[in-house]
């Protein structure tokens, strides 16, 4: 009459330890470890041991929403953040990215893989619909600039007229956007799909409450570092970037 029963716990049991032994598992846990910020330096050591990395490799970590789908067998790991489940993708060299909206962190060792993560979230936080895939690589002093606003808190003045901005107007940051990767208004108006002069009319408003004249080159240079935080702020991982 217990036969039934004592199957099912052995079931159970045998499930339990498959799934600490199974390679993947491993895998996954040892992942889990070397992105942890409470890992010590040794706990670091032995799970990359684990993972059979050269120490001196060089690693990237790619950031993906864990909502959006991921083809790539590569060791990956869903995680929570500020900003929502996202799923860090460890990427050795030559291998495919994912595709989609990814972050893409800096190389480093395997025992420095934290930095790699987060330097990819960070990244994940630029995208947008016309730049889905942003590279901490390439953000250079940026980079810098966006861990101290991130640890300072609060709302920057620029951010928050642009979110004021972005309420009345969900089109103005699109074309705010194009402002600020063009070298003159004609060409970001071409770029934002609208007329010239339609843009032309739209920046000097913009420019007064910005308290900048966004078509200057001085202008151009704040506007899209304005952007940039801005976008920084408000990505949400179940939403996406609030920016197009």
């Not at 004592?6 to 040892?30: D, F, K, N, Q, Y």
């Amino acid at each position: 009459v217990n036969d039934a029963m004592v199957l099912e716990r052995l079931a159970l049991g045998l499930g339990i330890v498959l799934e600490r032994t199974h390679p993947a598992a491993i895998a996954r846990r040892s992942l889990e470890v070397l992105l942890d910020s409470e890992s010590t330096a040794e706990d670091r050591a032995s799970a990359a041991s684990k993972l059979r990395f050269n120490p001196t490799i060089s690693l990237r970590m790619v950031a993906v929403a864990a909502t959006d789908p991921l083809a790539s067998e590569q060791h990956n790991v869903e995680l929570a953040t500020s900003v929502g489940r996202v799923r860090a993708v460890l990427v050795l060299p030559g291998a495919a990215l994912p595709t989609g909206r990814i972050g893409i962190g800096v190389s480093v060792v395997p025992a420095s893989l934290r930095e790699s993560w987060l330097s990819a979230l960070l990244a994940l936080r630029l995208t947008t619909a016309r730049e889905p895939v942003v590279d901490a690589a390439t953000l250079g002093a940026f980079l810098l600039l966006a861990e101290t606003a991130d640890a300072r808190g609060g709302e920057l003045p620029d951010v928050a007229v642009l979110a004021a901005i972005d309420s009345r107007d969900p089109r103005a940051l699109s074309y705010l956007d194009a402002l600020g990767r063009s070298d003159s208004v004609r060409s970001a108006a071409t770029l934002a799909g609208i007329h010239h002069s339609t843009l032309q009319a739209h920046a000097a408003e913009w420019g007064v409450a910005l308290g900048f004249d966004v078509r200057s080159p001085e202008g151009r240079v704040r506007l899209a570092l304005a952007l940039r935080l801005f976008r920084l702020a408000r990505y949400s991982a179940d939403q996406g970037c609030s920016t197009n």
